[in-house]
């Protein structure tokens, strides 16, 4: 998870600000914007490949509809970077969620999470 991500044109990732945890207040935390992003191996002579990202919560339930991404190889191997951009993400419970990137039968491939938290307020 980053702040933001890029790929150059002869296919460098760049990532600026990463991060793996919010802070919310007021009962929601809010990810405004932000990226998750994948770099993989591709194994054999691919030339377009489906990747599934799934959004789970604490208990493995879809907090947000899954992404399919499409992907397009040279056929000979190689890595591809994935980029998802992510806008207005609200968590009302504190927790780890996790981000995973399967394959389109939904083996999974990698995964990173983010940790959600609402610190008290003391009061004097």
């Known amino acids: 998870l980053c702040d933001y991500a890029f790929t150059t ?13 919010l802070m919310g207040s007021g009962g929601v935390a809010t990810l405004t914007q932000g990226f998750v992003v994948g770099s993989f ?7 377009e490949g489906r990747v ?28 591809v970077n994935l980029l998802v951009k992510l806008i207005n993400l609200q968590f009302s419970v504190a927790g780890r969620y996790t981000i995973e990137f399967c394959d389109i039968k939904g083996k999974a491939l990698g995964s990173t999470f983010l940790d959600v938290s609402f610190p008290s307020v003391v009061r004097e």
């Open 41 to 47: 191996d591709i194994v054999g002579s691919i030339k």
């Open 9 to 21: 044109s002869d296919n460098k990732l760049s990532i600026i600000g990463e991060f793996d945890s």
């Open 52 to 79: 599934l990202v799934k959004f789970l919560d604490n208990y493995g339930n879809n907090f947000s509809p899954d992404k399919e991404l499409i992907f397009h190889g040279n056929g000979a191997g190689g890595r």
